[in-house]
Structures are given as C-alpha cells and as structure tokens.
C-alpha cells in the first residue's frame, strides 16, 4: 500500500522510517511546512497529495484540530484510507470521518491517538464485535505518571516533579493538557465511542494532578497507598455513558501501581474476556509510530472502522458513579463534607468521604475552591 | 461467515453461546461424540461437517493432537477457515497446517491456544508485520501462577495449594503438565513462531513449581521477593532461538508479582514498540471462547495468517541466555555450584550463583538430582 504521511515532526519521522523497512507498505510522500522541502518526496500542498492517484492512504500526525481535518476529509473523500495519532481531531470530529470513510468504502483507524504503542483501540474494536463491554479505564497519560511516579519514589515536591519530566521531554512547556487530566479526558471519549458507539462530549468530571503536594504524597505511603491519575468510562445499565478522569488512591499490590515511570496501561472488561489490561509506552517518537503502522497493516488485511459511523455524541453522566473520596482541606473547613473518617493534621484536616456520587463530588469541591480553600481528592481505589 | 464447531466441552459450549449473539458469525453445526447429538445443529461425523458447502469456517476446541489434526486439515483441504484453542495441536503440527491454510487461501488463526482470553498471538502477529520483536516472555500458566500466588499470599505449602487449585478447577487430576512448566512451554514454542518463522522442536530447558517448598517461599518474602513461573524466548543476534521455562524471583514492585491468581501475563518487546505487556485470564469456558470468536472476526475482516506457511522448525539453544540462579540444597553440596554468595540454614545451603548458561544450570541442577539430591532454583529477575 502506498502511503502519504501529513506530518514530519517526531512521529512523522518515526513513521517515515518505519515504513522504509515495512513489507507490503511504501512512502511516496511527505507533507512538510513550506519552504521545508528539500528531498524529493517532500511536498508542501496537500493538493499534490490528495490528487496523486498512486497514494492509497495517508497518515496524519500533524497534531491540532485545522489544518488536520479539512486534509483527512480531503483524503478521505479522494478514496484514501486514512490513519491518524491525532486524539484533538478525533475527539473533535470523529464521527463525521468515519462516516465519510464508510461512504467512500475506505479505512479510518486511529489506534496511536489513545495509548501510544499500548494496542488498545484495536483489540477494543476486535472485541466489541463478539463482546460487550462492561467498563473502561487505565492510566492514559504518561506525563504525570511519571510525574507522580517521581514524586512517591523520591520525595519530590510537584514543581520539581514537573521540571524533571520537562527536562527529559515528558512534559511540553506548557504542561496544562496533561496535568489537568485534558489529555487522558480525551483518551477515555475515544475509547468510549469505540466501546459503546457514543462519543461523550460534555458533562465530564475532571481532576488533574496540579493539587497534590509532596505531603500529601508522604501521608499516603504512611498508610501504604499509592497515587495514579486514573481514567473510567463504562455505560450504566440503562445506557448511560460515564467518562472521567480523577486521581485514585490504589493498594501497593493493584497492577495500576506496577505502572512506573511514563507509561500507559489501558483495560476493559469484557462481558466475556473478563479484564485485559494493556500496557506500554504512551508516548514517543517509535513507540506512536509503531501504532500508526500497526493500523496501516492491518487496513491492508482489510480491516476499515474503529469508530462505527453511526456513532453519536452524547452528554455523560458521571451521577451513575459513586466513589468515596480521600480529601486533603483546611481544618476549619472539616465539616463541609460528609467524611465517614477524619483526623486534623495541623492546619489541615485529612479524611476519607462516604460514597459520592462522582459528578456531586467535583461540584462540591469546585465550589470549595471557589471560596478560595486550597483542596486535594482521589478516589479511594473499590 | 457460518462456522461449525468441533467439540462441545467447556470451550465448545462457549463458543456455541457467543456465536449465537455474535453479528456476522452464525453457527450451523456442533461435532459431539457419538450418542450425544440429541439436538438438531449437533453432528457426529467430520465429514458432514467438512462435505458440508454452507460451512465456511471451523473452530476445533476439543483437544489433543488426534483427531484434531486430521479434522483440521480435512476442512483447510476442503477449503473452510481454521481457529483452534489447541496449543498441542500447533506445536505438532502448525506448519503443516499453515502452509496447507496458505495454499487453499483460507485461514488458520490460533490465539486462544496461548493465553486463553490475553490477545497475545493477534498482537504479535500483527506486530512482526512492521516491528522486529526482542523477546517475548512472561506468564502463560495461570494454574501454577495461581499456586504460587496462595503460597505467598497465605504460607500454604505445595501440597495444600495444589488441592485447592484442583478443588476450584484451576488444577486438573493429574496436573503434570502445567506444574511441570510443559503447557507453558507450548505456549512459548508458538509464540516464537509467530515472532520469527521457528517453531522450536527440542533443546528445551524447562523446570517447574515441583520442588518448591512453604520454607522456600518464607525465604524469599524475608527478601521482598515474589515467584513466579516465567517462560522467556527470543532470537540472539547470531540467529539462535531461545525458548525456555523456570521459576524466577522477582522484586515486588516488578510487573510480573502484580499477576495474581489465575491471570496470565504476555510481553513483548518491540524494536520500535518498546514493551508491550498484556494480561488477562488465561483460561476458563468464556475468556477462551472469546479469543478464539475473535479470530473468527479477524478472519471476516480478512486476516489469514498467525504462522508463516515457511515457519520451519528449530532446535532451541538456551546456552546464549545467562542468569544468576538462587539455589537451595543439602548443605554437604554447597560447593556444588558457582555460588557468589550462600548461608548455611541447618542442613540446608541456600545461595545465589554467578551468571551461567540456563543450560548450563539446567543440566548441573539434573545432574544434582539424579544423584538424589533435592534442589530448588529459580534465576534472579534481571
């Protein structure tokens, strides 16, 4: 299969690469910034790309909502299969793609947008076709695994944490997608739209990492807890879809906890299958690339959706969950939430809350923290 | 695509379930022992099954290498897709059968066979496609993944935990080949032929669970450490395929400790992927059914080959792979081995080697027993 890749940053180097050594695939060309053209195969119109007849499929990993749209639907409406690792796009427009890729009988994949090198949105498309989904979920962001990772392991406060993964290129300058949980958020609606062919897109509870404070990490290794940002999507039993991303507070011994350093784990329960869990590298410049090339093999054996194109946007409904929640506030105002247990600590009160309701939760903070009370929370791991 | 079904245990009746909601698939026939086919779709004879035009695809789940091999290849000579759970069937007789799938057009898909519902095989196959794999290892015995797991968790001893396997039907009456490492020796033998065209043959080095005692294990917790039954293969850079089992000690914070009771862990390590791990339940009616209802799926989608049709067979040479060994033997043979360090514990030496060969070792410790010693090792997680 010929192949047009629209991208040449980190993974679209790696993917031109990849795909020099890859039977059965070939690079015919690369998109590239104006001006950036120096090799043969290197264009700077989309139009050139879009009207060669030789290219079968392009890869897109330019990243960003525009351009990326309007050239995968121009690939698309030319009878191009396309692949991408753009998770901005798909969130953003994915069922019209797979629509257009269903009207023009081509392939539209994008397993590298969820997980990286993780295999996750592929084995969940496998699955879904004999199998129902019970639940979704898994650590969808390696910045701040890494970041917390450091922080249990070393005793390092968050802003040292943060510099760290800056440092060794896990974290961009600006951090904001990643530590606000935005980036696994938009993770678990891909993976919510592969499982149950509605992609959620408003009514998420979102709790990222900023909150957290190297005491707060040393009180919960004194009572053996381990902290991971933690992302879960199912659908209730009367069809309501849930997505969200919270911290969660785990035992030493839960396989969240094994997940060190940058990297993913991903897991769905199958009705059937029970719990498979998938882990990897969810990032970086081959371990992407190796999922983007995955998904260009297997459209050469003939495999053409993840997202159905029927798919639906939906509002989730995150009331369906209940959590009892582990809060870090000031002691004065310890009686502001319902805790089954408490202990001051100083100026601040530690508990742990009854059952909530996920979406009743992050309101009552948010609102807390409206009043200007600096607070922490993560789900006690069921 | 119509399928029939050869075998009506406990897979067979799991498949025939999902079939019956799976969209695309349809079952038409069970081949049951004779005397049994007291319904309509139930068959006793392979040939109505393979003469039979409307069937497109079989799923053979009974088990052993004979009659599987002729019924399988009876119905890839007549033309009908193949998926099959039987790791002996494969690891006697894959690359006929490859090569026969190849020459009829037609598939031959085995990912249930290693694993149970863990998408070890698909991932692997689809991977090589377009990644040079590393290695491959991990967990693929959950029966003696869960024994270990109840020794450590609750200090039973060998005997206890191996009753309580068979009592919850992890175990079966005679568990030899799954407590000896055999089935998952099997299972390594297919992956490496998935992975590099070689089906090891012979040259094996496998050591089970039987020797290890409650005393053992209370050791090896006084280090903070956690055994496990680990199968490892790969190629060395000269092209000498590796594929051996034994038991290895591992830190608790390794990947490998979190896989508790029955679950099974496969990993790879891709050139360009890094390292991938997948867990899941590696046995039991409907994890099993699941994987082997996927690859019929994967077959719909096109998909024909797990194993090359020129997949040769190799003799396995494990002297490339060192390991340092903990070793525990009577103390009067503590100068049997390379130790680089050992203590005295009443009559017994307990130590760990230097590096050796994992044949080497194999061989030294075979050497030990034959002359009535009672030894216990397990290599040193790296």
Redesign the interface.
């Known amino acids: 299969m010929k192949v047009s890749v629209l991208g040449y940053g980190t993974v679209g180097f790696?993917v031109c690469s990849?795909l020099e050594?890859?039977?059965?695939?070939e690079l015919v060309s690369v998109l590239v910034r104006p001006g950036k053209a120096d090799k043969p195969f290197k264009v700077t119109s989309i139009d050139e790309i879009v009207n060669d007849p030789e290219v079968e499929a392009v890869v897109e990993v330019m990243g960003g909502v525009e351009p990326a749209y309007s050239y995968v639907s121009a690939a698309l409406a030319a009878g191009k299969h396309a692949v991408t690792s753009n998770k901005a796009l798909v969130a953003a427009h994915g069922p019209e793609l797979a629509k257009l890729a269903k009207e023009k009988g081509v392939g539209f994949l994008f397993s590298a947008a969820c997980g990286g090198?993780?295999?996750f949105l592929?084995?969940l498309a496998?699955?879904v076709?004999?199998?129902r989904i019970l639940s979704l979920g898994g650590i969808l962001n390696g910045t701040t695994n890494f970041m917390l990772d450091s922080m249990q392991r070393s005793g390092m406060d968050y802003a040292d944490a943060l510099k760290e993964a800056q440092a060794l290129g896990y974290a961009e300058a600006d951090p904001t997608a990643d530590v606000s949980g935005l980036d696994a958020l938009r993770k678990i609606m891909l993976a919510c739209a592969v499982a149950y062919d509605k992609l959620p897109c408003e009514g998420f509870s979102l709790e990222g990492i900023e909150s957290v404070t190297a005491a707060d990490v040393a009180h919960f290794q004194s009572k053996g807890l381990v902290l991971r940002l933690v992302v879960r999507g199912g659908e209730s039993e009367d069809g309501k879809l849930y997505a969200f991303v919270q911290p969660v507070l785990l035992s030493a011994?839960?396989?969240e906890?094994?997940v060190?350093k940058n990297f993913n784990m991903a897991k769905y329960r199958?009705?059937?299958?029970?719990?498979?869990?998938?882990?990897?590298?969810g990032a970086?410049r081959?371990?992407t690339?190796?999922?983007v090339?995955?998904d260009?093999?297997?459209i050469v054996?003939?495999?053409r959706e993840m997202m159905k194109p029927d798919c639906v946007r939906v509002a989730a409904d995150n009331s369906v969950c209940e959590c009892r929640y582990y809060v870090r506030l000031p002691a004065d105002l310890a009686d502001a939430l319902p805790f089954a247990e408490k202990e001051l600590d100083g100026a601040l009160c530690r508990g742990v809350t009854e059952a909530l309701a996920v979406t009743d939760m992050h309101a009552r903070v948010k609102a807390l923290r409206a009043g200007g009370a600096a607070v922490f929370f993560a789900a006690m791991e069921e």
Chains 1, 2 share one sequence.
């Open positions: 790696g990849m050594k890859a039977p059965g695939l090198a993780v295999p592929h084995n496998l699955a076709e004999s199998d011994s839960s396989p906890a094994s060190l199958g009705e059937n299958a029970g719990d498979i869990v998938l882990i990897g590298q970086g081959y371990p690339a190796s999922a090339v995955r260009l093999s297997d054996h003939g495999r």
